[in-house]
């Protein structure tokens, strides 16, 4: 008799119907978890956008960046000096996108500012000869590559906490969500521009050239 009622009792138990999927609640591990991805994800869209601009241009505005904000705690003096740096910043981003380098014939790399005319080397060591200096002709392109140097420092800054917390303490919900959209934006529209026209520069800043 006891085997049939326990028998029974497992017929019944298999017999309810479980649901598959169950609404639980979102735990505080979960939540973190979605940050932590957030805050990953922006890293990884600052890392990438920085790929495509000066090493030392990047570095000086990610290591003085905290220290003129005053870890985005800023006051009118802190808020003066991070605009002038975000400046700075930029405008070396431009300029150095009409910079770029070869390799003499002692192999030692040599910079120089394209011009109309070929290359002016910055140092002034070595003199190109008029067909050599002709392949570094200031061309449209660098002018484009420049304005979107501008505008991917531009996205590097707003991804920068420190940057927005500085120049917007508390933003609105809609300023919010344009300070989010609009770097990833600007990083997505620039990135397909360098791939379609990509530069043969290799300037201060860039990887040098294997020739």
């Known amino acids: 008799m006891e085997i049939k009622v326990q028998g029974e009792e497992y017929r019944e138990h298999v017999g309810q119907k479980v649901p598959l999927l169950q609404e639980l609640p979102v735990s505080e591990t979960e939540k973190k978890s979605l940050v932590q991805k957030a805050i990953t994800q922006t890293f990884q869209s600052t890392a990438h956008l920085a790929n495509l601009l ?40 431009f300029l150095v996108s009409f910079t770029d ?21 910055i140092d002034g060591s ?3 000869p008029p067909e050599f200096a002709a ?13 979107m140097s501008i505008l991917v420092f531009a996205a590097v800054a707003l991804f920068d906490q420190n940057v927005v917390s500085c120049f917007y303490p508390t933003p609105s919900a809609e300023a919010q969500e344009i300070l989010t959209a609009l770097p990833v934006g600007i990083g997505v529209f620039c990135s397909m521009l360098f791939v379609v026209f990509p530069t043969t ?11």
């Open 135 to 147: 392949k570094y002709q200031l061309r449209f392109i660098d002018f484009m590559h420049a304005l």
């Open 126 to 128: 070595v003199t190109l």
């Open 101 to 121: 380098s070869f390799r003499d014939k002692n192999g030692n790399v040599c910079y120089g500012f394209a011009t109309f005319n070929g290359l002016w080397v």
């Open 201 to 211: 520069r290799h300037g201060i800043g860039f990887p040098l050239s294997a020739n």
């Open 54 to 93: 000066p090493t030392g241009t990047v570095l000086a505005f990610q290591l003085l960046s905290p220290i003129f904000t005053n870890q985005g705690n800023c006051d009118q003096v802190s808020r003066s000096m991070t605009a002038g740096l975000i400046v700075l910043c930029g405008l070396s981003c």
